[in-house]
């Protein structure tokens, strides 16, 4: 419990038209966890559970190792927040926005903020209402990190920027992420945001965790295996293959646990091989909820 950040253990939390289902997450302190789902798959209200706004129905969840949301109030001193819904004053300028954050928060670090002000090419007087969005989201990011909270989330930061903005955004973070050891839980729906920045991967799917695994081990274990058929016989799946399509003598598998021996296994059957591919994080999310999908349909018609 000491080395972990955030531990949910069998949560559960019901609504009208949406269930969060035996939630359990793990993050080690330390760790940086890219948390990935499609819009409504249930990110917002795990990060909602984790950071107190709401109580779950059954399970547990600890933070920074304290009950939340029974300790909301002193894990928060420990805890730094940014969300695409964020709002700054737009009245105001960022030096005004810093010199409120300073007076909350004993923790505040002037020399990293004036460090982020210039990674992120902020100007101190100007008012808020007058920043693109990415400057916004930048403006966010150094009230939050010049803080330095023992944890950071991180709930679609990005959500709504342009690709060059979104690019520049996280670049930035992932320097910033690398200055020190930080824990960071990042929610998002874009793959290639977290695959960047993150450590750990998990996936999360109507409301269910479907895997988690750090990110070498789903990048080593998954391929996509292309297939030359003797006939136009359905294949039938062989060792740790998840997923086939098949059309004709022509084929693809997917593995989520690639073992050479599958290649010796089709090789047998006078099946030729004609690639094997690695697979980048968004084909293997996507594969994850078509398997995931599946097997809960199937369930459901038993």
Same mark, same amino acid.
């Given at each position: ?56 129905? @059954? ?50 670090? /002037? ?20 920043? @693109? ?21 991180? /709930? ?15 670049? =930035? ?5 690398? /200055? =020190? ?6 929610? @998002? ?15 999360? /799917? ?40 098949? =059309? ?34 968004? =084909? ?7 398997? @995931? ?10």
């Amino acid at each position: 419990m000491q080395d972990l950040a955030i531990q949910l253990q069998n949560v559960n939390k019901h609504f009208s038209y949406f269930d969060l289902e035996n939630v359990d997450l793990t993050l080690p302190k330390g760790q940086i966890m890219g948390f990935v789902g499609a819009n409504g798959a249930g990110k917002s209200t795990t990060i909602r559970l984790i950071m107190g706004l709401m109580q779950a129905d @059954s399970g547990d969840v600890t933070v920074l190792g304290q009950s939340m949301p029974k300790m909301q109030t002193q894990v928060k001193q420990d805890l730094g927040y940014s969300s695409e819904e964020m709002k700054l004053y737009g009245a105001q300028n960022l030096a005004w926005h810093i010199n409120f954050i300073k007076s909350v928060y004993p923790s505040w670090d /002037d020399s990293y903020a004036k460090e982020l002000l210039h990674r992120f090419d902020l100007n101190l007087e100007q008012k808020v209402k007058q920043f @693109s969005k990415g400057q916004h989201i930048k403006a966010q990011l150094l009230l939050v990190l010049a803080r330095k909270p023992k944890l950071l989330v991180l /709930d679609e930061p990005t959500t709504g920027l342009d690709p060059v903005a979104r690019q520049e955004v996280n670049n =930035e973070l992932a320097l910033i992420l690398r /200055d =020190e050891e930080r824990t960071v839980l990042f929610s @998002s729906h874009n793959t290639a945001d977290v695959e960047k920045i993150s450590d750990q991967i998990t996936f999360i /799917d109507r409301g269910r965790i479907i895997d988690s695994h750090d990110k070498e081990t789903y990048l080593d274990s998954w391929r996509r295996i292309q297939l030359e058929l003797p006939s136009e016989l359905p294949l039938q799946p062989t060792g740790n293959v998840i997923q086939i399509e098949q =059309e004709g003598r022509i084929a693809s598998v997917i593995s989520n646990k690639f073992d050479p021996l599958i290649l010796e296994a089709y090789q047998q059957q006078n099946i030729k091989i004609n690639a094997v591919e690695n697979m980048n994080l968004e =084909e293997i999310f996507l594969a994850n909820v078509n398997r @995931s999908r599946i097997v809960r349909t199937k369930g459901a018609q038993q």
